[in-house]
């Protein structure tokens, strides 16, 4: 069985831009969490995604927005990106409740 | 608000030299406590869910115990390829759909042959 891939892998982005980043989960599973991973905070929730609905989200600005699709594919997108920005960004998926299962991650460097 | 803390934040052992990491949490109603693996560079590779006080799972040189405020991951006989950073996290219960998780910083686990 395939697991959680994440696409890109690697991105360098400038400060103001803006930056969507995809995550298949892996087959059956309905529900992706999305994680930003930095050395000083560890890892921090920033939204789940269950059936296409934003079902919990951390606490981030609103320059950090989600969506999932039909297929549970999902879209993280951040907007007039800041230097405190770059982090691994790292999906998971699951059933809903219990374990989640995580993707490599995209690591975003902001120059 | 749910809180992991994890001792000791790093953790060095010779090959052989059993261990036990620990993982102290507050949280309103524990639904599951998971531990994963994390390895430079890649994502957490799941490895335990404990659901209530008393369980324990176990898996080759692993061991994860859970009471009501702590778990510990057991480790036994550890070789170099055990070398990674464990991670604790706590899912909240108490009703509805909150399904995130709680990650605590982790001990990065060395083991020296």
């Known amino acids: 069985k395939a697991g959680v891939t994440q696409t890109p892998r690697y991105l360098i982005k400038t400060r103001g831009q803006q930056v969507t980043l995809s995550c298949s989960p892996i087959?059956?599973?309905?529900?992706v969490s999305w994680y930003q991973q930095t050395p000083g905070q560890g890892l921090q929730f920033l939204f789940e995604y269950f059936s296409e609905t934003q079902r919990n989200k951390g606490n981030f600005p609103g320059r950090f927005s989600g969506r999932q699709f039909s297929n549970s594919r999902s879209e993280m997108n951040v907007s007039t990106l800041e230097l405190g920005d770059s982090a691994l960004y790292l999906c998971a998926s699951g059933r809903g409740s219990h374990e989640q299962y995580f993707g490599p991650g995209t690591r975003l460097t902001v120059t | 608000e749910d809180q992991v803390t994890q001792s000791p934040e790093a953790l060095r052992l010779q090959e052989g030299e059993s261990s036990s990491l620990n993982c102290s949490y507050t949280?309103?109603?524990?639904?599951?406590l998971f531990w994963y693996r994390q390895d430079p560079g890649k994502g957490p590779e799941f490895l335990f869910t404990l659901y209530s006080a008393g369980e324990e799972k176990e898996k080759e040189r692993l061991k994860a115990t859970l009471t009501k405020k702590e778990s510990f991951l057991h480790i036994t006989a550890p070789k170099p390829e055990d070398s990674a950073t464990y991670l604790c996290a706590v899912q909240a219960g108490g009703g509805g759909s909150n399904y995130k998780l709680t990650f605590g910083k982790g001990t990065l686990l060395t083991v020296n042959p």
């Open positions: 087959s059956g599973h309905r529900s």
């Open positions: 949280v309103s109603g524990l639904r599951g």
